[in-house]
């Protein structure tokens, strides 16, 4: 209990830092903004007016404070491009990109687990075919890393979207009123996603439980009678969860990344494609908020995994090995 | 030592696709830029060895040149990022204290932010459109995972017996540093420069794709694909030659650390 508490009040202090890194960072730049907004009928009194009402002219920390309250209350600014307000351009995008980052993260746990696994099994085996399916596996993985997501995305939406029809590119239907038609729309982007994380994940799983294959419990408990197999699914797996749960929350951060980019590949109105748009037009108050949200997204994941694995391994509870 | 042939063959797929890219930034079978109009839509053919697009520029020669500059400013980026990042791991693996700890604290801080929405944070900054910007902002992305790879490495040296040995000499600490531990994490080093080029060459491409890298006339990988995306069904093989170069570029590169990781195995 008391690992967890501290777990989460680290998770408010990287949040805080997190937020306040981000808001700096665009503080710096929001002066361009003011200036921008006037274009050629900059004057430097118009400027300062402008910058006055756009409350730029205020200390960072005033701001910043203001800033994180809005935050919480649901106040997000206004859009500079919009003129609407930032929480009602978000709210519907949050939801279409949870909805992707979970389908790619279920899709690449319960494709790669298990084949993980698997490829262990017949692993130390000698002979030509062993070598040789060695080499297949190593390149095959080393390609699946290689391809870049928005490229499969062209592929997949050529393939399935206007050869197949299975899904109409670039329309995406409405996620509350055809949740069975969204969904199969997302699931060709989580696909994009997965491929790569898919081999990595296969790859970090084998060295693993390779490694953990090798230690000197396994070999007692081999040397007792039992055959390799149950080894492997009794005690080797459940040692080897540690560091994958880890990695697990790790991916959390690179699907946020890929979705950004695969949301423009399939035309999907999302967080990522909004960000993207935002920083085209130079929208700060959108960028900023997007940025934060997907940050917090990412730092949520890995204090979970933390949770988590500190209900896995009780080395951790006790805080002994860190 | 056994033969290491994912090393030998991603060194010689690299190494070709070197000498391509050194050839495109001095010459191209045709200008990447020169339109045609009476050769738009065509397929692959010993002419045009991708075939043209629709205004009929010969994408070979542009992949060739775009080629060049997502691997220029992948070389660029991971050049920043594992020199700063050594430097900072190296001191502060080595000497420890309340910097490293202050700045393993900020690293984890870093790594909230996925390198894509970090890089187009500080593109969105200093200004998007520029060749520059996207180096400088992917180099510093890049620099708190090479130098958490080299803390771990320098602080297991630290007081390993041949370092204590040469402290013991009065060998001083820059010696210490860079002659007798840098070399040592080679090992750990070199697959992690190598992945770091990967990823650098798929976020310039990216981010070349979003419209926010490399724009036009700097011709990039990732820009050409949004453009081909369009022309998907009409010219395909400018998707599949610009989508295949990346792979390609990748692969190879990916096989030269799966070549030093195995080979860092057997040393071990």
């Keep these: ?322 | 030592m056994k033969q290491n042939n994912y090393l030998r063959t991603g060194l010689f797929l690299t190494g070709v696709l070197a000498v391509l890219i050194c050839l495109g930034f001095f010459w191209t079978p045709y200008s990447p830029t020169a339109m045609n109009g009476s050769e738009k839509f065509l397929g692959p053919s010993l002419r045009h060895l991708m075939g043209t697009d629709n205004f009929g520029r010969d994408i070979f020669s542009r992949v060739l040149k775009g080629a060049g500059t997502t691997a220029g400013i992948a070389f660029c980026t991971v050049a920043i990022g594992a020199v700063c990042g050594t430097a900072v791991g190296a001191l502060t693996g080595y000497f420890g204290g309340i910097v490293d700890e202050a700045l393993m604290r900020f690293n984890d801080v870093m790594t909230a932010f996925p390198s894509i929405l970090l890089a187009l944070v500080f593109i969105s900054v200093l200004g998007p459109g520029s060749k520059y910007n996207v180096i400088l902002a992917l180099g510093v992305v890049f620099i708190p995972s090479f130098a958490r790879v080299t803390r771990t490495a320098f602080a297991s040296l630290r007081d390993v017996n041949y370092v204590k040995s040469v402290r013991l000499m009065g060998a001083g600490k820059a010696r210490i540093l860079l002659v007798h531990m840098l070399p040592n994490t080679a090992q750990i080093l070199l697959p992690a420069i190598t992945i770091g080029f990967n990823n650098a060459v798929l976020a310039e491409a990216s981010m070349s794709y979003l419209g926010i890298g490399v724009t036009p006339p700097d011709a990039s990988l990732g820009y050409m694909l949004s453009e081909a995306q369009g022309m998907f069904s009409a010219a395909p093989w400018y998707a599949l030659g610009t989508g295949f170069t990346i792979v390609l570029l990748v692969f190879s590169v990916g096989l030269i650390g799966e070549g030093l990781q195995r080979r860092g195995k057997e040393v071990a």
């Design chain 1, 1 to 322: 209990m008391k690992f967890a508490a501290k777990r989460l009040a680290m998770l408010l202090v990287t949040m805080v830092v997190v937020s306040f890194l981000t808001f700096a960072a665009f503080s710096v730049i929001s002066g361009d903004a003011a200036a921008a907004k006037l274009g050629t009928e900059i004057t430097p009194e118009r400027l300062a007016a402008l910058q006055a009402e756009m409350g730029l002219d205020r200390p960072l920390m005033v701001r910043y404070g203001e800033w994180l309250a809005g935050f919480f209350s649901g106040n997000l600014g206004t859009s500079y491009s919009y003129q609407q307000p930032v929480a009602d351009l978000i709210a519907p995008k949050v939801l279409v990109t949870l909805c992707l980052s979970f389908l790619s993260f279920l899709l690449i746990a319960a494709v790669s687990i298990p084949l993980g696994v698997w490829s262990i099994r017949y692993e130390g085996r000698t002979g030509w075919f062993w070598r040789f399916w060695d080499i297949v596996r190593t390149v095959f993985n080393q390609l699946c890393m290689a391809i870049p997501p928005f490229f499969t995305g062209i592929l997949l939406s050529w393939l399935f979207g206007i050869l197949l029809k299975w899904f109409v590119p670039g329309q995406f239907p409405e996620l509350t009123e055809h949740p069975g038609g969204a969904l199969r729309y997302l699931f060709f982007a989580a696909v994009s996603i997965a491929i790569p994380r898919v081999a990595m994940t296969v790859r970090m799983l084998r060295s693993t439980i390779i490694s953990e294959m090798r230690k000197d419990y396994v070999r007692t408990v081999i040397s007792r009678g039992n055959d390799r197999g149950s080894v492997l699914y009794r005690h080797v797996l459940k040692n080897s969860l540690v560091p994958v749960v880890t990695f697990l929350a790790q991916t959390m951060a690179e699907i946020v990344a890929a979705s950004i980019v695969v949301e423009q590949v399939f035309g999907i109105p999302g967080l990522g494609r909004m960000l993207v748009a935002s920083i085209s037009n130079r929208d700060y108050p959108v960028v900023q908020v997007i940025v934060v949200i997907l940050a917090f997204w990412v730092v949520l994941a890995s204090t979970l995994a933390d949770l988590v694995n500190q209900q896995i391994d009780p080395r951790l509870r006790l805080g002994g090995a860190k």
